[in-house]
Every structure is written in C-alpha cells, then in structure tokens.
C-alpha cells in the first residue's frame, strides 16, 4: 500500500525563504546602485510569495519594485 505524502506546506514554507532571501539579495544590489538587477530580483521575490499565497508580502515587494523602477528609470 503506498501512501500520499502532502508536501505542500513544505513548499509554502520554501517559496517564503526564497522570497525573504531574494528580497534581502536586492537591497544588497541597490545598496551597490545595481538598480537593474535589484529590480530582477525583486521581481522573482514577488513570484515566490505569489506561488506561496503571501499576498501581503507579494504587494509590498511590488510597491518597492515600483518605487525604484519610478526613481531610477523614468522616462525623459
């Protein structure tokens, strides 16, 4: 008889990880002005919090991705 393991909550818990750790990776970046690759890794966070259901996070990722990309690169 085999039996079903649920790893689901494993990779929720893993997809907030990779989102704390990219997150943090970022501010890295932008401390270095890398604001094209802070914004790359900003990004990638706020698909790991979505694929986690951490919305609120997901959000507040986007509004700093924003909040860059509006500084740094607006158009002229």
């Not at 008889?1 to 990880?17: G, P, V």
């Not at 890794?41 to 991705?65: D, P, V």
């Amino acid at each position: 008889m085999e039996k079903k393991i649920d790893t689901s909550d494993q990779f929720i818990e893993f997809y907030k990880k990779k989102g704390d750790y990219l997150v943090s990776l970022s501010e890295n970046h932008f401390k270095n002005i890398e604001y094209r690759k802070c914004l790359e890794l900003l990004n990638q966070a706020y698909s790991m919090y979505i694929k986690g259901f951490y919305t609120e996070l997901a959000e507040k990722t986007k509004q700093r991705f924003m909040e860059i990309k509006e500084k740094y690169f607006k158009k002229e």
